[in-house]
């Protein structure tokens, strides 16, 4: 079983839309949780970290189950600018485990 | 402000062909170093990290190495490279070798190898 599993997607969605991305993993014991976003033959940048208490930063919003072990991505009133791929990212002590990434293309 | 450089951006090489990326990173000191790679249809790989000069640690064994002869200087070699050595490889950085605080890390921009 791969320690993190996203939906490689793509999904496509209209510019104003609301899109939701899942990411699973496998080691209980990890500490740490994020949300990256790479641009097509990009580096991969941080979009933002997930908390247990699930958090917010504008249209984006991560939520943390841990007894599922599952993390979230919300992103609202999609923009053209949010096309792009985003990995799930999972930490535990020096090593963060990147998912393959969901692909979202927004559409005029 | 801390800038990372890596280089060259893309080459493409033959099977048993010698390799070695470079990086650099500016304005911070004795950061934490690392190597991915990213191979098509595939999440990012950690190759190697290092907390300081001479000091290496290889996440996966591999036809690869990785040297730091500097502080901010952290290098990919191979001596023979393989078809399955194709990819998008990433140098990046932190402050924190436990990254379970921020998970940031700091990426150059890549180097693209296609091995023919």
């Known amino acids: 079983r791969k320690e993190v599993e996203q939906d490689p997607g793509p999904f496509n969605v209209p510019e104003g839309a609301t899109v939701a991305f899942n990411c699973t993993y496998s080691?209980?014991?990890?500490?740490?949780f994020f949300w990256y976003r790479q641009d097509c033959r990009k580096e991969p940048k941080l979009l933002m970290s997930v908390y247990s208490s699930g958090n917010e930063d504008g249209r984006f919003t991560a939520q943390l189950n841990r007894a599922s072990q599952y993390i979230s991505l919300l992103i609202r009133d999609s923009k053209l600018s949010d096309s792009a791929t985003y990995l799930c990212?999972?930490?535990?002590?020096?090593?963060?485990?990147f998912g393959k990434g969901t692909s979202l293309l927004v559409t005029p | 402000s801390q800038t990372i450089h890596q280089w060259p951006a893309t080459l493409v090489q033959p099977v048993g062909s010698p390799l070695s990326l470079e990086c650099t990173v500016e304005g911070t000191s004795n950061p934490n170093l690392y190597w991915y790679r990213q191979a098509a249809g595939r999440g990012l790989q950690l190759l190697f990290y290092?907390?300081?000069?001479?000091?290496i640690s290889s996440e996966v064994p591999q036809n690869l190495s990785a040297s730091r002869p500097q502080d901010r200087q952290f290098i990919l070699s191979s001596k023979k490279l393989l078809l399955s050595d194709s990819g998008f490889y990433l140098c990046a950085w932190s402050r924190l070798l436990t990254l379970a605080n921020t998970g940031e890390l700091f990426f150059g921009e890549g180097s693209r190898l296609t091995v023919l």
């Open positions: 290092s907390v300081g000069i001479g000091q």
């Open positions: 080691n209980s014991a990890s500490q740490s």
């Open positions: 990212v999972v930490g535990s002590g020096y090593a963060l485990n």
